[in-house]
């Protein structure tokens, strides 16, 4: 599986961005989908999950309620719909691929490159 991240940009704080994360294969709806992010200096943070068919998910308490994540199987992509954006949330955001239902970032076998995301105070 390969995939690709998009979307990130420059945003004020209390702004919104869409990122998106294409992939290759047709068995995309078999893995389960994950975002984490990296800010300089910090460890690789654990964002959102999805279940294969999207009927499960998971944030991080630092993001619930603000971020949603979507997918659609047939067009192969996945979504990170960030809303009131913060200063703190200012990182480089990777989209990935696991068989595992986890927020562990070691079990996501497949990763895209990152979209760098910079929230302005």
């Known amino acids: 599986v390969q995939l690709q991240a998009s979307g990130g940009g420059l945003v004020q704080a209390g702004g919104s961005l869409r990122l998106s994360c294409a992939t290759s294969g047709r068995t995309f709806s078999s893995y389960v989908m994950g975002w984490f992010r990296q800010a300089p200096g910090k460890e690789c943070e654990f964002v959102a999950r999805i279940s294969g068919a999207g009927g499960a998910t998971n944030y991080a308490d630092s993001v619930k309620g603000r971020f949603a994540i979507s997918r659609d199987n047939a067009k192969n992509t996945g979504y990170l719909q960030m809303n009131n954006l913060k200063p703190e949330d200012t990182a480089t955001y990777y989209c990935?691929?696991?068989?595992?239902?986890?927020?562990?970032?070691?079990?996501?076998?497949?990763w895209g490159q990152g979209t760098q995301v910079t929230v302005s105070s």
């Open positions: 990935a691929a696991s068989n595992l239902f986890t927020s562990r970032a070691g079990a996501y076998d497949y």
